[in-house]
């Protein structure tokens, strides 16, 4: 299914996975997948939300719209909604409308605005991003997710077990995107376990301290 999509593309999926996991949904919404695109592509997030920290903001519109989750399945093989399934059918289609062989992040963005009534839609709309002028955007300036921009903030002095703790994680989704990179999926959900793990002690101990860097490092 994701043969034509980019690796940056395909991690979102992985993201979005992980996300609604997270959320402890029964499925990978449209809201799941816009987090995802938002957490792998900050570029992305730069250039069309106008900031790198778009994924910030937008998670807790989504907290606050959705408060309530299904409890997810044990397996954690977690399928898409009916809409999310939309979503990547129209970035299939955005993609052949620009003539790109491959389905990146930025074609991915189109099919979140052409499914349009739902959180992700409202929330991207709320933010300014419109789909004609991303569409003609794109058409002038394909994105390519393949280059990598570093961003850098300034942030406070954090307790060292809350650093220690950051490191660790990491450290795990730099191993899950390489196993992710070499389609060792096994390896990639091992990997996804035990991050989510420790971002649930990060949760807990940032809560303790009144801290909410748990999320966006």
Request: hydrophobic fraction near 40%; aromatic fraction near 8%.
């Amino acid at each position: 299914m994701f043969e034509r999509y980019t690796e940056r593309a395909r991690r979102v999926i992985f993201w979005s996975r992980y996300i609604a996991s997270q959320c402890e949904s029964s499925e990978i919404e449209v809201e799941h997948l816009l987090l995802g695109l938002l957490r792998e592509d900050m570029s992305l997030a730069h250039r069309f939300l106008g900031s790198p920290w778009a994924l910030e903001t937008v998670w807790r519109k989504v907290e606050q719209s959705k408060p309530v989750h299904e409890k997810a399945p044990a397996s954690g093989d977690l399928p898409l909604s009916i809409a999310g399934k939309r979503v990547l059918a129209f970035a299939t289609e955005e993609a052949d409308q620009l003539s790109s062989k491959r389905i990146g992040t930025g074609h991915l963005l189109l099919g979140l605005l052409r499914e349009g009534k739902c959180l992700a839609g409202e929330i991207l709309y709320d933010r300014g991003v419109r789909l004609e002028s991303t569409r003609e955007e794109l058409a002038r300036v394909p994105h390519d997710d393949s280059i990598r921009e570093e961003f850098v903030r300034e942030r406070g002095s954090l307790p060292a077990d809350v650093v220690e703790l950051q490191a660790r994680i990491r450290l795990i989704a730099s191993s899950m995107k390489n196993a992710i990179a070499n389609h060792d999926f096994a390896k990639a959900h091992a990997d996804s376990h035990e991050g989510r793990k420790e971002r649930d002690k990060l949760y807990l101990l940032c809560q303790q301290y009144g801290l909410l860097e748990w999320l966006y490092d």
